[in-house]
């Protein structure tokens, strides 16, 4: 998950340079990565627990 955020912020900053619209989360410099990595994780959670595969 670590890499999935670092990649994320890889991508925010394409799009905010390209001034494409910005989709992707930027990384917060006031967190650290594990943080920032479980909090993407729980994100996805609550993603699965709220939208159920049918």
Not at 7 to 15: I, P, Y
């Amino acid at each position: 998950m670590q890499q999935s955020v670092l990649v994320e912020s890889q991508l925010a900053q394409w799009q905010r340079a390209t001034g494409k619209r910005q989709r992707a989360r930027a990384f917060d410099a006031e967190q650290t990565l594990v943080e920032q990595a479980y909090a993407a994780a729980i994100k996805e959670r609550w993603k699965h627990i709220d939208h159920p595969h049918q």
